[in-house]
């Protein structure tokens, strides 16, 4: 359902939208054609989010993309766990419209 109304957000502000169901897949996805902006949960299957996020930021790439965690962890420990790993910014579960697009105003991607 958070992917539902990530994707539609996302989509109002311009961007096109692929989706992985977990980590690995997201990975491979970038790999193959690097997104201008990246949306991950912390918890996924096959990997975590902190893992995704540390592997991507690890690809070699001509343009880093824009990163947001979007996540039920919402304590200062895990905020600053998710920046240290290469998140650019973080959302918490639930979200609306106007706090996901002011997250991405804030990074210059929307």
Avoid at 7 to 18: D, F, K, P
């Amino acid at each position: 359902m958070i992917r539902k109304v990530a994707r539609r957000i996302v989509e109002s502000v311009g961007y096109a939208v692929v989706e992985a169901e977990n980590g690995e897949e997201g990975l491979a996805r970038c790999r193959a054609a690097m997104p201008h902006l990246v949306i991950t949960d912390w918890n996924m299957p096959v990997m975590s989010g902190i893992d995704f996020v540390t592997a991507l930021r690890a690809i070699p790439t001509e343009r880093r993309p824009r990163v947001v965690f979007c996540t039920t962890n919402s304590g200062a420990r895990d905020i600053h766990k998710g920046i240290e790993a290469g998140a650019d910014e973080y959302v918490i579960k639930p979200f609306d419209d106007a706090s996901l697009v002011s997250r991405l105003q804030a990074i210059g991607a929307a």
